[in-house]
């Protein structure tokens, strides 16, 4: 089936560790979006690309990091250098023709 | 920076009653719009997207955009304990084509459908 694949669904972070969140698509889309969810708030846009080896900064790309190498694949790091990375992270994606953003199940990020 | 708001929460309504969900937004440029449910732990899903002025409906679901006022809204008919969720509002830069932009959602409204 078509849909957005994120992994891992829980990871556990030592403080000062990298990590990469992989987002995989099937969907055919050419745009793919990261946002950032923190307890009892909305969805924060971290980065965005609508093309292949092409991505925007969205509201909040400080200590993240991004590559989109195929367009059914964009994956996040999280750097040492994001001070509170605690948080539920979603992957999605958008068809240009249809309009519906996709979300993947979410990473949930914690560091210990 | 472009900012989303919505109607602070948390919303209760009775069982059968009509829950109403309003959203501004600061780009009046804006160009797509769109509601998502989300449940505790879970990622949003689409319920509703709409590009023009007026009212689209979809089930017991209707959106209403008013573009000169910059507002848009979620009217849930016959509310369901169902229907309990967190309702989030996104405002696209674009309205497809060849991509949707920068895609910004608001904090979210808590939205609980009492028996």
């Known amino acids: 089936d078509g849909g957005i694949t994120q992994s891992p669904k829980y990871l556990f972070r030592k403080e000062g560790q990298n990590v990469t969140l992989s987002c995989e698509q099937n969907l055919n889309h050419d745009a793919m979006y990261w946002y950032r969810q923190d307890p009892g708030q909305g969805l924060r846009l971290i980065y965005y690309?609508?093309?292949?080896?092409?991505?925007q900064k969205g509201d909040i790309a400080e200590g993240y990091s991004v590559s989109r190498e195929k367009k059914e694949s964009f994956p996040l790091t999280v750097t040492s250098a994001q001070k509170n990375p605690t948080a539920f992270y979603l992957c999605?994606?958008?068809?240009?023709?249809?309009?519906?953003?996709?979300f993947g199940e979410g990473s949930r990020l914690t560091v210990l | 920076q472009k900012e989303v708001e919505q109607n602070s929460g948390p919303l209760s309504v009775p069982e059968g009653a009509i829950a109403s969900l309003n959203c501004t937004y600061s780009d009046r440029g804006s160009q797509s719009f769109f509601w998502y449910r989300q449940y505790s732990g879970k990622s949003p899903e689409l319920i509703m997207s709409i590009y023009s002025n007026g009212d689209k409906e979809d089930g017991r679901f209707t959106a209403q955009l008013n573009k000169a006022s910059q507002y848009v809204s979620l009217l849930i008919r016959d509310s369901q304990p169902s229907d309990s969720a967190t309702y989030l509002c996104a405002v696209g830069e674009r309205a497809g084509g060849t991509s949707y932009g920068k895609l910004t959602f608001g904090q979210g409204t808590i939205l609980t459908v009492h028996p």
């Open positions: 690309s609508q093309i292949v080896n092409d991505f």
């Open positions: 999605a994606s958008i068809g240009a023709l249809t309009g519906e953003l996709f």
